[in-house]
């Protein structure tokens, strides 16, 4: 993954810069005090010194510390660190002593070789401890990037149920219209084949623009409307000049008209379905009310479709990020839905 890339490049270059400063101490000091040139030869004394706990840091980083310490095999990882160690100072203490030198100095100290081993330690336990930091900021970036990758899936999900429920009416819909009136049904398919357009396209976006989903709400309007008579009074008030920077999560409208339709049309009496967009202050207001009657009554207005727009909304806002209201009175229905907008 690019983030897991990304720490161990921080690491990496962490390590490189820290290592880079100690070689480089002892040329840098070997200037200061000849103030002519640099003594390659007390650099190379350091240098030499500095071999051993280089080579004890790289078994570390590259070898033990993944396979021990970060699968969280902490016995094992502490052996195979006193291992470690042990034997690189005893080897060298034993090369030292082969050559007549009676026992090994550090790096950093004139004390015996199990000061060594200890200071050896100390440096593998900061690099440890280094490792497990990055590995955590590394497990938590990788959580909230899963996080948001199952969050734009639960809402694509959510959002995608929606859809069939509008294709579905819309096709009937110019199904009836054929038989009376072929120009008309023409004119309804090119209206469709743009609300397709806007919804397997523009709807892919997180954000759309608040007039393109007005366009789209008003033309499923007059697509509905096909189906009804005069007696069903259908109305849609909403501001006409929007601006285009002002944005929407697409789709979430369209569920309480969905809705409206769906249950607040009775064949039998007069009905009605009033909506209204408001936009002020970056906030969207949106009151959609319909008819009620005792067959409509017998379909709750409570279905999967407003179960799921409650969801998406929990998902995109967080559940005090915005306000819904439902409102149900014997003759009328009516759902109220304030989200705050965004400027693009």
Avoid: C
């Amino acid at each position: 993954m690019k983030i897991g890339k990304k720490h161990a490049l921080g690491e990496n270059l962490l390590y490189l810069l820290v290592w880079s400063a100690i070689i480089l101490v002892p040329v840098l000091n070997s200037q200061m005090l000849s103030e002519l040139h640099v003594n390659l030869d007390e650099a190379w004394i350091v240098w030499r010194q500095i071999i051993p706990y280089l080579v004890i840091f790289l078994v570390h980083n590259l070898l033990i510390a993944p396979r021990y310490l970060l699968k969280k095999r902490y016995g094992l990882y502490l052996l195979a660190n006193v291992v470690l160690v042990t034997i690189v100072f005893m080897i060298i203490d034993f090369y030292q002593m082969s050559i007549g030198h009676v026992s090994l100095y550090g790096s950093f100290t004139n004390h015996e070789v199990y000061w060594n081993i200890l200071f050896a330690l100390f440096m593998n336990g900061t690099n440890g401890g280094i490792k497990l930091l990055y590995q955590s900021l590394l497990d938590e970036q990788q959580m909230l990037q899963l996080k948001e990758e199952n969050l734009r899936a639960e809402m694509l999900s959510l959002k995608y149920q929606i859809n069939p429920h509008f294709f579905m009416n819309t096709l009937n819909n110019i199904h009836a219209l054929i038989d009376f009136d072929t120009e008309a049904a023409k004119s309804a398919i090119i209206d469709l084949s743009k609300m397709m357009r806007y919804v397997l396209y523009d709807s892919e976006r997180e954000m759309i623009s608040l007039s393109a989903d007005m366009q789209f709400m008003k033309n499923y309007i007059e697509l509905m409307r096909i189906r009804y008579t005069d007696d069903v009074e259908i109305t849609l008030d909403y501001p006409t000049t929007l601006p285009e920077k002002v944005t929407i999560p697409p789709l979430l409208l369209i569920v309480f008209v969905e809705n409206a339709f769906k249950h607040g049309i009775s064949y039998h009496q007069k009905s009605f379905i009033h909506i209204s967009i408001f936009y002020a202050d970056k906030q969207l207001t949106a009151i959609v009310s319909n008819s009620r009657s005792a067959a409509t009554d017998e379909h709750k207005t409570s279905g999967i479709g407003l179960e799921n727009v409650r969801k998406r909304l929990d998902l995109l806002y967080g559940k005090e990020g915005y306000s819904l209201d439902i409102s149900e009175e014997p003759q009328t229905y009516t759902v109220k839905l304030v989200i705050p907008t965004l400027h693009a």
